[in-house]
């Protein structure tokens, strides 16, 4: 089904005409309304009237993850507060989150493309739909939520954890549709087989899964082991959340809802624009949004863009699954991981952080990650007492900033690998 | 009646033990006693040398993570009972012991001990007249 077929198998004249007019009026709005984005303008000599459409969007300034710290926490909202009906806020470096704020119709417009995403995916009024992403602060849970319920399916908002009770209810109230992170996804498998659960007595047919990396092959594994279509869903909370992007049936690309966001590709060094079907750093510029609109947000993720009519009928750009990041932030189990605050969490401890390495690694279906620091002279003790007790102040401090677990090691000073002097700072080993 | 003990981290790797005392041994600084403290990741290798600062600065230089800790040694006949009876004194005085290690050479057993209070553990063995070995002696063993 399709939820929205004028917009999202509008002809491309149609849909430049429409990112056109609410791009202008969206700069209008936020020159007027956000002194940050307006000084930026001004620095640059643009005025709103400079913009007339699409075809001017490269003549605008960017937004980076760090003007949303600077201006923490509502510096960038572009409507006073009595407009906001609702905040979101993703984990941020140094303790300090990213807060994103909607409106009314902010929220109506994100029901509205995380049900296209829905229909999309396969999902019709009938489904069961499972939402076993977290509810809260990260957009994932209540995102998905709403989406199901403008779609007219029916919701269990179980949120993330308690991986029995999930699978109990997806027995006993016959989930057709789970929504989590693929790596959520795995390890249900792998505990429905240990509970001695075949496939078949479960009704699950699809899987809206998304919120970080996955390969093609994890997703054969997961359609195999959970017997479903597993698809890949989009977003990121300073776009809207989830729903940004989402595959059809065909899983060829993922749609972008560009009637609300206008993705470009640019060259993460040079940050020029690139020319359709290039790869590079996927760009967003959110052209609905009323309470924190986003002017060409550079979201780190490479890919690139098709714009040829897809199989499914849809004529919406299709985003290739995201292959790599422009910057280091790594997606550990649906959280987001800059090396720089693990750095900071050491530098909590002592005056000079001490050298560290990250290795991630995905054992089975689980993410783990594990934190060697080096023990120089200033943090070792000889007696075993202390040293564990570091090893665990360092788990416990990161834990409590970053909310993800790690395993520390204590490893002899410089044996961490070196190149040119900068120590090596994250291995990933995850086959992605 | 303090001695310096070397102690060197060691991360649980093939070869480390070796190289510690290779160096050790290239800068003609002996060994008289030795033990090893390890978890499943890591040890703590401690040992009593002949010149405690040269091993220091030869192991510094190879970038290992050493420190020299204050510790003290008792001597006591080697024959059974002894060390349960200096154990009790040390007990009774209320004196915590972190870690110790023994070694016994004919008549006469050395027993390293790292008590939590270093002080009070040196009265109290003096006060029963326990003998206490001198640090120029232990590093010529």
Known sequence: MIWNEKMECASRELMSEVQSERLVNTVKRSYHNVPFFRKKMQEMHLVPEDIKGIEDLHKLPFTVKQDMRDNYPYGLFAVPMSEIVRLHASSGTTGKPTVVGYTRKDLASWAEVVTRTLAMAGVHKEDIVQVAYGYGLFTGGLGIHYGTENLGASVIPISGGNTKKQIQLMRDFGSTVLACTPSYALYLAEVIEEMGISPEELKIRIGIFGAEPWSQNMRLEIEKRLGLKAIDIFGLSEIIGPGVSCECECQNGLHINEDHFIPEIIDPETHEPLPGGSYGELVFTTISKEGIPMIRYRTRDLTRLNYEKCECGRTLVRMEKCTGRSDDMLIIRGVNVFPSQIESVLLEMSETAPHYQLIVEREGTMDSLTLQVEVEERFFSDEIRELQGLRKKIAHNIQSTLGISVNVKLVEPKTIERTAGKAKRVIDKRKI | ?141
């Open chain 2, 1 to 141: 009646m303090l001695i310096k003990q070397l102690s060197v981290f060691l991360e649980n790797k093939k070869g480390r033990l070796m190289e510690v005392t290779q160096v050790l041994g290239e800068a003609n600084v002996n060994m008289s006693a030795f033990s090893v403290a390890d978890t499943s990741e890591f040890g703590i290798l401690r040992m009593i040398v002949s010149d405690p600062e040269k091993a220091v600065e030869v192991l510094k230089a190879k970038d290992f993570s050493v420190k020299l800790t204050d510790v003290v040694c008792l001597n006591a006949p080697n024959q059974p009972g002894s060390l349960a009876k200096a154990l009790q004194i040390l007990g009774n005085d209320g004196v915590f012991i972190e870690y110790m290690y023994a070694f016994s050479m004919g008549e006469s057993a050395n027993v390293v001990l790292k008590p939590k209070n270093l002080d009070k553990c040196i009265k109290v063995l003096q006060d029963h007249k326990m003998e206490l070995v001198k640090a120029s002696d232990l590093y010529k063993l």
